[in-house]
């Protein structure tokens, strides 16, 4: 990373628009794109995530979903043994009702993991805004930045309005 | 197909605007209410410190009525959290679009319906500040930790369900908070700005949030199937006459849907006419919910039939005993009035007519829900009344202190929700919008294509 860049934004009030300068900026060599979007949009969400690995939140529940299952049948079956008490002529490690604990923590730990993931891989909470953001992006605008070299900064800029961007700026 | 009925007219920019306007300084209608609903839960309150000096006798708890009203409005609390959890988990799953504009509420509901039902064992439980004993961490206080009891299992399930829904209702809340802070200003924006975390709606953003949200969904949908279950252990495993049956985990679970979405109803009709959200809920979801309340009410008359039926068919003599005290003896009055609210008043949702007529609605709901609560009511009063023998039997009057209680947890419940809808988005910004065409400059052929998913 240069420290030489500079961002140019696009704001944008149509999905086909957004896409379209999405594509041309891809086409020029721009990389470093941002897009905002008041709604996540499937089309948008496609041509964005065609170059970028799946998202690792899943590995995130996966973990620990694993982990509560686990934890489950630890915490029951040790402290069973800690108090060997027979009730009901069964053996105090009855496996039947400790599922229904190891199924609960496996939710639980699940979903913390994912909430987890949300904050870590989106990086939340964002203390200080984005320069490029603009309320209206929660309203009905669509947002393109692109982080660029100051030389192509009006390249951007002319790309942007001919996609059919409503305003640009650097 | 749209699912949005009128809605396809509206903007983008006007849900934004219709749903920024319903937050804010109320008007004095609201603190009206908010007094009755106050008042009401202060006689509550005032009623369980009582219940702590005097004992649970005060209560009407005696020998073999140990549980009545409080557990019976327990198990009736945390049934009316699984529409919220349906609607916002399970029709998210299946895709189905009408969800959009009515889940929020209905997770609001199903937050505070946990966390009204979550107040009952400890009441129940007359010295709370002991509470925490329930959780069976490995302890220093030799208390045994049984995990082969269905009470253990119910704290797992209840907390778990608090915890994930909470997580579930958040989450969903960020980016409609993060469209509050742009509109808000002074002191108010500062406030949602914190809540909303920074959120842009960035790429980024979404495209873990998205898989996030999806994920929750599936984690959510057999959660919500299993504590009702859980909840129904409580007395599918006690060998009491009608309430050892495995037929209770369905029979529960589609009991809790079937008065969820009675309350949804209950909420969501008067928001519509204050808020003027008729562009948004439309009779297309009226029709909707009242289906399911037609569905559900259909197999939960099958149900009591199947309990009836194997209760004879079974020859067991405390079983036959036990429904035909039900239907015959002290408490035959609520036996009726059960199936009279479940299985008689929802067939009028068979006239097209009626699940879109706002009074019918609405009476139908309040029907269901009173009958849901006697149905729980049924199932362990009269259940405890009249078990394997005379020595045992025993009626159940309820007292003022804990009719108090039970009327001030309803009174709690609508103090969080009237709370709720003034601070926070009541229906989803971002949801709605997504239903919705979206803004192209060049519009397809197939226009109203009605968004992401």
Known sequence: MAAETTSVLGVFAHVDTTLQAIRDLRQRGFADLTVYSPVPVEEIEEEVERVRPLSRVRLFTLIGGVTGTATGFFLTIWS????????????????????????????????????????????????????????????????????CPPDRAGDVQTLLAGAGAEEVRR | MNFQGKSADASWADVNRDVIRTVGMPGNTYFAWMCLVGLTLAAGLAAWPWQIYVGMGAAGKRTPQMWAMYITTFVFWIGIGHAGTLISAVLYLFRAKWRTSIYRGAEAMTIFAVMTAGLFPLIHAGRMWFAYWLMPYPNQRYLWPNFKSPLVWDVFAISTYLTISLVFFVIGLVPDIAALRDSATGVKRRIYAVLALGWEGSDSQWRHYRRAYGLFAALATPLVLSVHSVVSFDFAMALVPGWHSTLFAPFFVDGAIFSGFAMVLILILPMRYLFDWYTYITDKHL?????????????????????????????????????????????????????????????????????????????????VLIGMWFERFNIIVPGLAHDFYPYTWGTYVPTLTDSAIIVGSFAWFFLLFLGFIRVMPSLSIVEVKEVLAHPLKHPRKHDAHGGGH
């Open chain 1, 80 to 147: 069973s043994l800690k108090w060997e008490l027979v009730t009901g002529g069964k053996h105090p490690v009855s496996i039947p009702p400790f599922v229904i604990i190891g199924f609960e923590l496996t939710i639980l730990f699940g979903g913390l993991a994912t909430l987890l993931a949300l904050l870590v891989l989106g990086r939340l909470p964002k203390l200080r805004p984005s320069p490029t953001y603009d309320p209206r992006f929660t309203l009905d605008r669509f947002g393109v930045a692109v982080a």
């Open chain 2, 287 to 367: 029709d909707a919910m009242a289906k399911l309340i037609l569905v559900t009410s259909l197999v939960l008359t099958y149900f009591y039939a199947c309990e009836v039926f194997t209760a004879w068919y079974s020859g067991d003599h405390f079983e036959r005993a036990s429904v035909f005290a039900k239907a015959t003896k002290q408490y035959a009055w609520a036996y009726w009035l059960m199936y009279f609210c479940n299985s008689v008043v929802p067939l009028i949702f068979f006239w097209k007519r009626a699940r879109t007529h706002v009074g019918i609605l609405y009476v139908a709901s309040i029907l």
